[in-house]
């Protein structure tokens, strides 16, 4: 027996009238009923707290899949700042070219050359300070920007060779970015270069750098390959960190008027998500590293789909420009509450769930659906 029930023998009740007993129940009701409901509100929002957006990428903790990919919006510190307050799980600096490297390496053994160097107590008597040249200031970017945000910072280069430059690598390991994203510039517009010797040059560039630095390399590459999933995957087994898929190109456009060559579409479009997501998806679970996927991504459900097609992290640029960087905290408010609707605590829950490898109509990610999709379409 309960001390509950030994208590209540012993307390004497008074006899209770019908409309008495009416309001005791009416009362012991609604007090288990707010009670429920109490329950339910303590135990939604438990679940709602419960889900974490964290991810691993490149070997590093990012408070969630969003990265700012290298573009105007990452090239100084005041505005990487209001990048991280807006929420974004890591940032990629604007990338520093290949071009800009070799030129100041050529322009200091110049330097070095002249008479000027050869008696240092010369520059005792110039009266003019040397101005910055923009490897520096890139260095110096680095070293504020890790100083300023405690996101991860990952230095770009644009590279098109594995040629002279690729000593700068240490020099940015050393200023202390947190990985290095090699964003491959090649196109397959050299005519005296086979495709074989186009795809030899990715190889070449990732050896070199992995000669120079420790910290994790990130490529960013085009699809611009004969057999590019079997490239993806070669790459990905070269010790590499990761890979985005892909990168996006200057888009020219003929003024008719001028007869100038002009740009096109700076910015991506929603509807530019479909190649890299079906890449994503494909390379999911066949690949020795990590990856991430890139442009199209304008909203929330652009960044859950990548994700499902099996990506580690996203990156974001276009839809920034459009909307400024708070714009970042609405889409991960809107990957929350999917989550929260479909019962995910975690991304790890759904990543993956939309890939070939685990889909049951693989042929879907490989064949050109133009036939079935308009079998049935009428012009009018």
């Not at 420790?214 to 699809?223: C, F, G, Q, R, V």
Request: with cysteine.
């Amino acid at each position: 027996m309960t001390v509950k029930s030994d208590l209540l023998k012993f307390i004497k009740f008074p006899p209770l009238h019908s409309k008495q007993k009416i309001l005791l129940l009416k009362a012991a009701f609604f007090g288990q009923f707010f009670s429920y409901l109490l329950i339910k509100i303590i135990t939604h929002q438990k679940n709602k707290h419960m889900v974490d957006l964290t991810t691993k990428f490149l070997g590093l903790t990012l408070r969630n899949p969003l990265i700012v990919g290298s573009c105007g919006l990452t090239d100084s510190v005041e505005k990487i700042k209001e990048i991280e307050q807006a929420g974004a799980g890591a940032v990629v600096l604007k990338s520093l070219f290949e071009e800009e490297i070799i030129s100041e390496m050529e322009e200091a053994m110049h330097r070095m050359t002249s008479r000027a160097f050869i008696y240092p107590e010369t520059f005792d008597y110039m009266g003019e300070e040397e101005e910055e040249d923009s490897v520096r200031k890139y260095l110096r970017l680095i070293e504020e920007t890790k100083s300023a945000v405690t996101i991860p910072v990952i230095a770009s280069i644009n590279c098109v060779s594995a040629q002279k430059w690729t000593y700068f690598a240490k020099e940015i390991q050393n200023a202390g970015a947190d990985a290095l994203e090699l964003n491959l510039f090649i196109l397959p517009t050299d005519f005296e270069r086979s495709a074989g010797d186009n795809e030899k040059l990715y190889f070449e560039i990732v050896e070199e750098v992995q000669k120079q630095v420790s910290i994790p390399i990130l490529l960013k590459i085009s699809y611009y390959a004969s057999n590019l999933g079997q490239m993806i995957q070669k790459l990905s087994n070269t010790g590499i960190g990761g890979i985005t898929l892909f990168n996006r190109f200057y888009s020219p456009d003929f003024n008719l008027e001028t007869y100038q060559v002009t740009s096109s579409n700076v910015l991506s479009k929603p509807t530019d998500l479909s190649v890299s997501l079906r890449w994503i998806a494909v390379m999911a679970d066949r690949v020795g590293c990590d990856l991430a996927a890139s442009t199209g991504v304008h909203d929330g459900g652009a960044l859950i789909k990548q994700i499902l097609a099996g990506a580690n992290a996203v990156q974001v640029v276009s839809a920034l420009y459009k909307h400024g960087p708070k714009y970042i905290g609405q889409m991960l408010e809107d990957v929350k509450k999917w989550m929260e609707h479909e019962g995910y605590n975690t991304l790890d829950d759904f990543r993956g769930k939309m890939s070939q490898s685990r889909s049951s109509n693989p042929a879907a990610y490989e064949r050109v659906q133009f036939l079935k999709n308009f079998r049935h379409f009428i012009f009018e």
